[in-house]
């Protein structure tokens, strides 16, 4: 059973829109649910969308799967562990604007995901 790579997008993008107004005020349970999934998932996942491994339905893409997810978790774990170093190296440390901006990046990278599929689609007629 195959599933379409768009509901991942769908996910992902949820997430990221989700932890920003909760990056700064929420239910304490809730923040740490969201942004708990943005750190370890989010910019990873984005990042992973822009890789080609294949036509989703090849034998070869589903064998990808679990490379895609280490991936996805290591770059997101990367990526959050360098913006807080760079905060914490300038002395302007602040967890919410951390979140806020890895949220802007995961989104970032999924426009620029949708928009190279969009154009690789328009190529294929």
Not at 9 to 22: K, N
Not at 37 to 57: E, I, K, Q, S, Y
């Amino acid at each position: 059973m195959a599933f379409d790579r768009k509901y991942v997008t769908y996910a992902v993008g949820g997430i990221a829109i989700a932890a920003m107004p909760l990056s700064f005020f929420g239910p304490e349970g809730l923040r740490l649910v969201v942004i708990g999934l943005l750190m370890l998932a989010g910019p990873g996942t984005a990042l992973v969308r822009l890789l080609r491994f294949g036509p989703p339905d090849s034998p070869e893409a589903r064998g990808t799967l679990p490379l895609a997810v280490s991936i996805a978790v290591a770059s997101s774990l990367g990526l959050s562990t360098i913006v807080a170093t760079a905060m914490v190296f300038s002395r302007m440390w602040s967890p919410p604007a951390a979140v806020f901006l890895l949220s802007l990046v995961t989104l970032g990278l999924l426009a620029l995901g949708a928009r190279r599929s969009r154009g690789s689609l328009a190529g294929a007629r």
